[in-house]
């Protein structure tokens, strides 16, 4: 949309190495995490491409108190079958015990209830 300092990259996380690992300012996920499952190594390889001061924003879905892992358990449970296959649905706080190679500074929760609509 006619911004000319910022590159989005999509890519398969589990084999993304970024083009200038070391130079990125800001670096946004967007409703990644839960696809995920090692938060250590993931947040340890995020902060090495980015620079001294950077940023990283994290967009997840998150159980407001337990962290639970997406197994299939019937035919029936599709979010967990073709959705968030081999993910985790984080706690609220899960990300916080993360914090070896990035600080978070802001954590907020909204209720989703505008996914509703």
């Known amino acids: 949309r006619g911004l000319k300092n910022v590159d989005v990259l999509t890519a398969n996380m589990l084999e993304f190495t970024p083009p200038e690992a070391g130079s990125y300012d800001r670096v ?4 990644m995490f839960e696809h995920m499952k090692n938060y250590a190594k993931l947040l340890a390889r995020v902060s ?27 035919e029936a449970d599709w979010m967990s079958k073709y959705f968030f296959t081999g993910g985790t649905m984080p706690s609220l706080d899960l990300l916080l015990y993360f914090q070896e190679h990035l600080t978070i500074k802001g954590h907020w929760y909204v209720n989703g209830v505008h996914y509703s609509k």
Request: glycine fraction near 4%; charged fraction near 15%; proline fraction near 6%.
């Open 28 to 31: 946004y996920s967007i409703e």
């Open 48 to 74: 090495s491409w980015m620079r001294p001061g950077a940023m990283l924003f994290v967009h997840i879905f998150v159980h407001r108190t337990l962290p639970y892992h997406f197994e299939v358990e019937s």
